[in-house]
């Protein structure tokens, strides 16, 4: 149900929805004073002051005596007759000796420029024989300058952002789409051996720690313990160089700000109190607190440590899309125990987790145990959140895909001890969100991807068209043939949480399904199995091979701009990445069966990039 036709109140809750059946639900008494309490009484003083996003040149109504100071400090006053003609950009407006910040955005994302593949990929999984047991930045510059050779135009790949604390584990569990913040990068993906004075420092231990890491991830990818062994030569390397006086490092760490700052003092406190912030000493829990702010000063090295890990990540991820665009994927929140949780403690809903209403593929609903930003908050901080988060993701990338974009209009938030389908949907102020991805598209000169599968309310998928956001059409998913799928849009068969198809056409996803204690689908199964056979015109004895191929042959007729391959699709694997749901399975931690090097020679690997090539 679009917002206009919904009751909202004035907490932004939607008291009345369309189901999934499209059928009318309306929240109980309970659900609507929860959520209340979560969102809490909008001060309008902060919404007064809150920014003012326009689209650059167009009218709007200027106050009176306004003059704008642009980002680049230069002052201009407003007339109200001549209101356009601001560059794009992030300025303030003042009038009546007060400020407020002022977004003048393109209101239009970058639009591919060509019709092209790629790949997408975990990267975690995509491993050379130079790995250090898992898939890093420098295995990434190898796939996209494979893709380029193969005439690919992109690859797309897992979220990359930070986990856990730098200085002890990862992350608390493996998923990327729980990172602890969505600005930084996760050092794990490090290439050790191409740091500057690796080679000098480790000497003839760079061999034995590479075997040492890669005995790490077999069978399956053992993030703690390969971390442990990276995380001892990165230091070594880091104090040996005496980076932390490398000038470049500071003009690097100036130009970061506060952020890093702030990022890289939770990583030290993590690692001198452990567990989660909330149980630490009273001075820690918070940024301002004053343990938190005598750790620059108290433990420099360490904070540079962290600081020069986020630098190095940067340069191996902007050194990795020199061949082929890198599209990035932005999860749609955090975990609550990470950095960022920490850092934006004041702007999250305490007591709430979002998730998804019950759907054909998950009758109870979702919970996913990331908390929200509270929109009136988010709106009240200026959006910096958001456009870090944002501006970060797409960096040093030829593109972004937003997971679950539906969650820039509204959110569906799970009160704490409630089951997921007794949560309920929270607006969000959907246009001046675009408005900042738009910015960051245009400044960033990347095409955006909206992730809008499940339930996606009227008018969304329309709103995102008219923002030149593309779609993401699965053939799992779509009823209609590829053939009539709309040209804005990204297409590919599956995702990480969905089977391949290797996995659905040998009954191995189903197996999984059972194995892991799950109300396997068998019936889903076989409507896909007969999509391939009726439309992809697979014959019911093929082997996995040849399903995988006739999967791709329909999907080349889709007209969309962008065309994807999962690379386990092109080698035939039949797990999938994640399975949502299961604790015992190894999710997001099984490697591709074949290194990097041997992917050019894999027959299917040839078949798909000639296919998609071709309709490329």
Same mark, same amino acid.
């Given at each position: 149900?679009?917002?206009?036709?919904?009751?909202?109140?004035?907490?932004?809750?939607?008291?009345?929805?369309?189901?999934?059946?499209?059928?009318?639900?309306?929240?109980?008494?309970?659900?609507?004073?929860?959520?209340?309490?979560?969102?809490?009484?909008?001060?309008?003083?902060?919404?007064?002051?809150?920014?003012? *996003?326009?689209?650059?040149?167009?009218?709007?109504?200027?106050?009176? !005596?306004?003059? *704008?100071?642009?980002?680049?400090?230069?002052?201009?006053?407003?007339?109200?007759?001549?209101?356009?003609?601001?560059?794009?950009?992030?300025?303030?407006?003042?009038?009546?000796?007060?400020?407020?910040?002022?977004?003048?955005?393109?209101?239009?994302?970058?639009?591919?420029?060509?019709?092209?593949?790629?790949?997408?990929?975990?990267?975690?999984?995509?491993?050379?024989?130079?790995?250090?047991?898992? #898939?890093?930045?420098?295995?990434?510059?190898?796939?996209?300058?494979?893709?380029?050779?193969?005439?690919?135009?992109?690859?797309?790949?897992?979220? +990359?952002?930070?986990?856990?604390?730098? !200085?002890?584990?990862? &992350?608390?569990?493996?998923?990327?789409?729980?990172?602890?913040?969505?600005?930084?990068?996760?050092?794990?993906?490090?290439?050790?051996?191409?740091?500057?004075?690796?080679?000098?420092?480790?000497?003839?231990?760079? !061999?034995?720690?590479?075997?040492?890491?890669?005995?790490? #991830?077999?069978?399956?990818?053992?993030?703690?313990?390969?971390?442990?062994?990276?995380?001892?030569?990165?230091?070594?390397?880091?104090?040996?160089?005496?980076? =932390?006086?490398?000038?470049?490092?500071?003009?690097?760490?100036?130009?970061?700000?506060?952020?890093?700052?702030?990022?890289?003092?939770?990583?030290?406190?993590?690692?001198?109190?452990?567990?989660?912030?909330?149980?630490?000493?009273?001075?820690?829990?918070?940024?301002? /607190?004053?343990?938190?702010?005598?750790?620059?000063?108290?433990?420099?090295?360490?904070?540079?440590?962290?600081?020069?890990?986020?630098?190095?990540?940067?340069?191996? +991820?902007?050194?990795? #899309? /020199?061949?082929?665009?890198?599209?990035?994927?932005?999860?749609?929140?955090?975990?609550?125990? /990470?950095?960022?949780?920490?850092?934006?403690?004041?702007?999250?809903?305490?007591?709430?987790?979002?998730? =998804?209403?019950?759907?054909?593929?998950?009758?109870?609903?979702?919970?996913?145990?990331?908390?929200?930003?509270?929109?009136?908050?988010?709106?009240?901080?200026?959006?910096?959140? @958001?456009?870090?988060?944002?501006?970060?993701?797409?960096?040093?990338?030829?593109?972004?895909?937003?997971?679950?974009?539906?969650?820039?209009?509204?959110?569906?938030?799970?009160? &704490? /001890?409630?089951?997921?389908?007794?949560?309920?949907? *929270?607006?969000?102020? !959907?246009?001046?969100?675009?408005?900042?991805?738009?910015?960051?598209?245009?400044?960033?000169?990347?095409?955006?991807?909206?992730?809008?599968?499940?339930?996606?309310?009227?008018?969304?998928?329309?709103?995102?068209?008219?923002?030149?956001?593309?779609?993401?059409?699965?053939?799992?998913?779509?009823?209609?043939?590829?053939?009539?799928?709309?040209?804005?849009?990204?297409?590919?068969?599956?995702?990480?949480?969905?089977?391949?198809?290797?996995?659905?056409?040998?009954?191995?996803?189903?197996?999984?399904?059972?194995?892991?204690?799950?109300?396997?689908?068998?019936?889903?199964?076989?409507?896909?199995?007969?999509?391939?056979?009726?439309?992809?015109?697979?014959?019911?004895?093929?082997?996995?091979?040849?399903?995988?191929?006739?999967?791709?042959?329909?999907?080349?007729?889709?007209?969309?701009? $962008?065309?994807?391959?999962?690379?386990?699709?092109?080698?035939?694997?039949?797990?999938?990445?994640?399975?949502?749901?299961?604790?015992?399975?190894?999710?997001?931690?099984?490697?591709?069966?074949?290194?990097?090097?041997? @992917?050019?020679?894999?027959? +299917? *690997?040839?078949? $798909?990039?000639?296919? +998609?090539?071709?309709?490329?």
């Amino acid at each position: 149900m679009a917002a206009t036709d919904s009751a909202i109140d004035e907490y932004g809750i939607q008291r009345r929805y369309l189901d999934n059946a499209d059928q009318p639900a309306e929240l109980d008494a309970e659900t609507v004073a929860a959520l209340r309490a979560a969102v809490g009484e909008p001060d309008p003083e902060a919404l007064e002051h809150s920014p003012l *996003v326009i689209r650059g040149g167009t009218d709007w109504a200027v106050p009176a !005596a306004a003059e *704008v100071e642009l980002e680049t400090g230069e002052r201009r006053p407003l007339r109200p007759s001549r209101p356009a003609g601001l560059p794009y950009g992030y300025h303030w407006l003042e009038t009546g000796g007060r400020r407020r910040r002022l977004i003048v955005s393109p209101g239009r994302c970058v639009r591919p420029s060509r019709r092209s593949w790629g790949w997408t990929a975990q990267l975690y999984a995509t491993r050379s024989a130079a790995s250090w047991g898992i #898939g890093d930045f420098a295995d990434l510059r190898r796939l996209t300058t494979l893709a380029a050779e193969q005439g690919a135009g992109f690859v797309l790949v897992n979220p +990359l952002h930070a986990g856990g604390s730098t !200085a002890t584990e990862p &992350a608390p569990q493996p998923s990327p789409y729980f990172p602890s913040s969505r600005r930084f990068f996760n050092p794990l993906y490090l290439s050790v051996p191409e740091l500057p004075g690796a080679a000098e420092v480790l000497g003839g231990r760079l !061999a034995e720690l590479a075997r040492q890491a890669r005995a790490a #991830g077999e069978p399956r990818i053992d993030r703690d313990a390969i971390w442990r062994i990276k995380r001892a030569a990165l230091r070594e390397i880091f104090d040996a160089t005496g980076a =932390a006086a490398d000038p470049r490092l500071a003009d690097w760490r100036r130009g970061r700000g506060r952020p890093v700052t702030d990022f890289a003092t939770w990583c030290v406190l993590t690692e001198r109190y452990g567990g989660s912030w909330p149980d630490w000493p009273a001075g820690a829990r918070s940024p301002a /607190g004053p343990l938190a702010r005598r750790v620059p000063d108290e433990q420099p090295d360490d904070i540079a440590f962290v600081c020069w890990l986020q630098w190095q990540a940067e340069r191996q +991820l902007g050194a990795a #899309g /020199g061949s082929t665009a890198v599209l990035q994927d932005l999860p749609i929140g955090v975990d609550p125990q /990470g950095a960022d949780g920490w850092i934006y403690q004041d702007l999250l809903a305490t007591g709430i987790s979002i998730g =998804a209403p019950p759907d054909p593929f998950n009758a109870a609903g979702q919970d996913w145990g990331l908390p929200p930003f509270v929109p009136w908050r988010l709106r009240a901080a200026d959006y910096q959140p @958001f456009i870090e988060a944002i501006r970060a993701t797409i960096a040093h990338a030829g593109g972004l895909r937003i997971d679950h974009v539906m969650g820039l209009f509204r959110l569906w938030w799970v009160p &704490a /001890g409630s089951p997921a389908d007794r949560g309920g949907y *929270v607006r969000y102020p !959907a246009g001046d969100l675009l408005d900042i991805v738009a910015l960051e598209s245009h400044r960033a000169r990347a095409p955006v991807v909206g992730e809008d599968l499940g339930t996606v309310e009227p008018g969304v998928r329309e709103q995102l068209a008219e923002r030149n956001v593309l779609s993401y059409r699965l053939l799992w998913f779509e009823p209609e043939p590829p053939a009539r799928w709309p040209a804005a849009a990204l297409a590919a068969v599956s995702t990480h949480d969905l089977p391949t198809v290797a996995g659905l056409w040998t009954g191995r996803d189903l197996a999984d399904q059972q194995e892991s204690g799950l109300d396997a689908d068998r019936a889903a199964t076989e409507r896909l199995r007969r999509l391939l056979v009726e439309r992809a015109g697979v014959a019911a004895d093929s082997d996995a091979a040849d399903a995988v191929a006739g999967a791709y042959r329909l999907l080349a007729r889709a007209p969309s701009l $962008l065309l994807a391959a999962s690379l386990d699709d092109a080698l035939a694997v039949p797990d999938r990445p994640n399975m949502p749901g299961t604790v015992a399975r190894p999710n997001w931690s099984i490697p591709l069966p074949v290194p990097l090097e041997e @992917f050019a020679r894999q027959p +299917l *690997v040839r078949t $798909l990039a000639g296919l +998609l090539g071709a309709a490329g």
